[in-house]
């Protein structure tokens, strides 16, 4: 039973447009949210997080936007860069560990 | 010092040998985990060890066999795996057991023959 996912498998974006990647869960006793990117043979690297208590996080040219009553976050990046191309994973923890979704692969054109 | 090292990188094995893969932190954290990885799949927690004490086990089969000898080392032996158990092996850890962001290392790539 995934309770973090991640639907879209791939996007494409232009270089200085926005993308935005989802992510839904369904386990209403996550209280903390995540962001990480993955490169090719490297591990996950974290990006951002967000608490239950807010809706919106900003690092950058990274947001996350929490929508607690669908159970959804979102990260968007703008503008997006190629260097961005990488593979994101949402992750959520209750007050234990985290699960992670399957990973969306962000893929930045010039 | 913010890096997980992860020792090997690579890992080929058949179905009768007994490996270990290894993992430091020099970060100060106190949670340390091992994650395993399919393609396309999320990262799966196997085992968590807090303060040094192995906190959970996600119905991880016998053959695997963590072991954390101080708070900055945690090794994952291994023994009489399967070809299905080939996947990524990532270690993360993280100041403590909970909501606070994981650091993970680049992970050993296991096949099993």
């Known amino acids: 039973d995934q309770q973090v996912k991640q639907n879209s498998p791939s996007l494409s974006v232009q270089e200085g447009r926005i993308s935005i990647l989802n992510c839904d869960y369904t386990n209403s006793m996550f209280d903390y949210f995540l962001w990480y990117k993955k490169y090719p043979a490297e591990g996950p690297t974290f990006l951002i997080s967000?608490?239950?208590?807010?809706d919106k996080n900003e690092d950058g040219r990274f947001t996350v936007f929490l929508n607690k009553s669908a159970k959804h976050l979102s990260l968007h990046i703008v503008p997006s860069q190629p260097g961005d191309s990488a593979v994101y994973f949402c992750?959520?923890?209750?007050?234990?560990?985290?699960?992670f979704g399957a990973g969306t692969r962000l893929t930045v054109k010039p | 010092d913010t890096e997980v090292t992860q020792t090997p990188k690579h890992l080929v094995m058949g179905m009768t040998n007994k490996k270990s893969l290894k993992c430091e932190q020099h970060?100060?954290?106190?949670?340390m985990y091992w994650y395993k990885q399919k393609a396309k799949k999320p990262p799966e927690l196997m085992f968590v060890y807090s303060y040094e004490k192995l906190s959970i086990n996600e119905s991880v089969p016998s053959r695997f066999s963590p072991e954390c000898p101080n708070s900055s080392l945690l090794n994952l032996h291994l023994h009489a795996l399967q070809p299905e158990d080939s996947a990524l092996y990532l270690c993360a850890s993280s100041q403590w057991r909970g909501r606070n962001e994981q650091f993970f290392g680049p992970g050993t790539r296991l096949t099993v023959l």
């Open positions: 992750a959520a923890s209750a007050d234990n560990d985290m699960r």
């Open positions: 970060m100060g954290h106190r949670a």
């Open positions: 967000i608490s239950s208590i807010k």
